[in-house]
């Protein structure tokens, strides 16, 4: 189990403090829901943590194989629902592998990574779009 503090610090803004190791993240609210725009939203962090846990999972099975995974990075892009409740309707993850193509544990690491806790996590009507792009 793991504790997160977070408190409202006014404007729109939070602080959350990860119990374990101490570190803290600031939140906004957005400009189009009255924010200024300043840090990530919540629904940013939401749509980031597909992307970094898939990363991490990605790396995790990487190392399990003996293979190096180092310089491996994505884009993330969210959309949001045009209708109301306002929600996250789509997240796309572009990834970006320096490896060739053809590398024979391609599969098994796309395979974890499209396993990660968080992609089991977010909710079926939230369309979640991965690409990969093996490039070495």
């Known amino acids: 189990m793991v504790t997160i503090e977070i408190g409202y610090e006014g404007e729109l803004h939070c602080r959350a403090q990860h119990g374990p190791s101490g570190a803290t993240i600031e939140t906004d609210a957005p400009v189009d829901n009255h924010g200024k725009g300043e840090a990530f939203s919540p629904t940013d962090l939401c749509a980031s943590s597909l992307g970094v846990c898939m990363l991490t999972i990605f790396g995790i099975a990487a190392d399990k194989h003996g293979v190096d995974v180092c310089g491996a990075k994505g884009v993330v892009t969210k959309e949001m629902s045009a209708d109301l409740p306002r929600r996250i309707a789509r997240i796309t993850v ?14 098994t690491l796309e395979a974890a990574a499209m396993n990660c806790p968080v992609h089991h996590s977010i909710h079926p009507d939230i369309e979640k779009v991965v690409n990969w792009n093996w490039v070495g």
Do not use: G, L, Q, S
Request: hydrophobic content about 35%.
């Open 94 to 107: 572009d990834f970006e592998v320096p490896m060739p193509a053809d590398h024979p544990k391609r599969a």
